[in-house]
């Protein structure tokens, strides 16, 4: 999605209106989940040339340090829009900071699919980096206790790929 080109969704809109319509060409990538009423919106953003310097990036410990959206760069105004339009409850992170949420987000939830942009980030950086082959390798060089497991279905786990992982036809 690019909120500059024809054809983007109403959510990705939101979100690029959150960032302030910041989405460079190539650079920016964003991902949207909707899981059991829970609405997860990751935004990796390349804010790059944009004057402006990112406070430095912390780690959550016990508690979340927070910052004014403002402080990280984004439109409290646009957030709330999208808060609004997505419903539910949740939050945004940027640079560690939390900097905006919505509903009750101590409440306790199934993410099932909203952790989807997380593997397939590593997935395909393990990729790029020429960590496995390709999508199609066997998990099983991975993992060598896929090959022992099953045995009543001809160990059918050694056969699983990269691929059936992240497309979920592995049936894990």
């Known amino acids: 999605f690019h909120p500059k080109r024809p054809g983007g969704t109403e959510r990705g809109r939101a979100v690029a209106a959150a ?6 060409v190539g650079s920016g990538r964003a991902a949207f989940s909707c899981v059991a009423g ?3 919106a990751i935004a990796w953003l390349n804010i790059g040339g944009i004057a402006q310097s990112a406070p430095p990036r912390v780690f959550p410990g016990k508690q979340w340090d927070r910052k004014r959206p403002a402080e990280v760069g984004l439109d409290a105004s646009q957030l709330e829009r999208f808060s609004r339009f997505v419903g539910g409850r949740g939050c945004v992170v940027r640079y560690g900071y939390l900097v905006y949420s919505w509903g009750d987000i101590g409440r306790r939830a199934d993410i ?11 997935l395909f950086k393990a990729l790029e980096d020429g ?28 056969r699983i790929s990269w691929r059936h992982l992240a497309t979920q036809t592995s049936c894990y």
């Open 19 to 24: 960032c302030g319509d910041r989405l460079p």
């Open 131 to 158: 960590r496995i082959e390709s999508l199609d390798e066997r998990v099983v060089r991975w993992e060598p206790r896929l090959a022992k497991i099953n045995a009543a279905l001809g160990f059918k786990d050694a």
């Open 38 to 40: 829970v609405c997860v």
């Open 112 to 122: 099932a699919s909203a952790a989807k942009p997380f593997y397939t980030h590593f």
